[in-house]
């Protein structure tokens, strides 16, 4: 049971350029959600999605897409990446009672 | 006015000291309040789950729930050297997908 993982760890990015980050959960949970942590700012939620084919936008969903083509899966995407999107990502899943259970993190910087 | 406020600290205590750290909140159909804490470079992970208004005690660690007032505390007895680390307070209402993140606390317990 490896919780929720996401890849990549790690990413540097060029204005412009484009890429996915990938959440997946092995607990079979409906919820899913997208949050980016910046200094002072705290976690903010980008999108969501309450079960499979189903997304949601959060408070700061521009400049982003999703898909969750399946339960165990969440996709982040970035179409055209600029220097505000640089920042910490963070996926989570819902768990019963309401908990958040959380991954480890994507570190993006866009330069 | 945001949803939840925290004070970012920083606040640095000595060990064996008692800690108190605090939210406040504006929306009074939060019924679900949780606090989470993130060790550096890690994804939060869920310290205390608390419903409505009450105490739960687990260990070193106490959460206070004040619907009243809309403010919610987290004690933390005897601070030892690795409870230094991040503390985020959130909540969330008894309908909607949605939690609501305080900006964090950082913590540093001195030996």
């Known amino acids: 049971n490896a919780g929720v993982t996401q890849t990549p760890k790690f990413r540097v990015l060029k204005t412009g350029q484009s890429m996915t980050l990938l959440c997946a959960q092995d607990m079979n949970h409906e919820y899913m959600y997208w949050y980016r942590q910046d200094p002072g700012m705290g976690l903010r939620l980008i999108h969501y999605s309450v079960g499979e084919g189903t997304t949601a936008k959060g408070e700061v969903p521009d400049g982003y897409n999703v898909s969750r083509l399946k339960k165990q899966n969440f996709l982040l995407g970035l179409e055209s990446a600029a220097p505000s999107q640089t920042s910490v990502y963070f996926c989570a899943s819902l768990a019963g009672q309401g908990i958040l259970n959380f991954g480890a993190g994507t570190r993006l910087s866009v330069l | 006015q945001k949803e939840v406020e925290q004070d970012p600290g920083p606040l640095s205590v000595p060990e064996g000291a008692i800690v108190s750290l605090n939210c406040t909140y504006s929306?009074?159909?939060?019924?679900?309040f949780m606090w989470y804490r993130q060790y550096s470079r890690k994804g939060p992970e869920l310290l205390m789950y608390t419903y409505s208004s009450g105490n739960k005690e687990d260990g070193r660690f106490t959460a206070q729930v004040d619907k009243s007032s809309k403010y919610i505390s987290l004690f933390i007895r005897d601070s030892q050297p690795s409870d230094s680390a991040t503390y985020l307070c959130a909540m969330r209402g008894n309908t909607g997908n949605q939690f609501y993140f305080g900006t964090g606390t950082s913590l540093t317990v001195i030996p």
């Open positions: 929306n009074s159909a939060f019924q679900y």
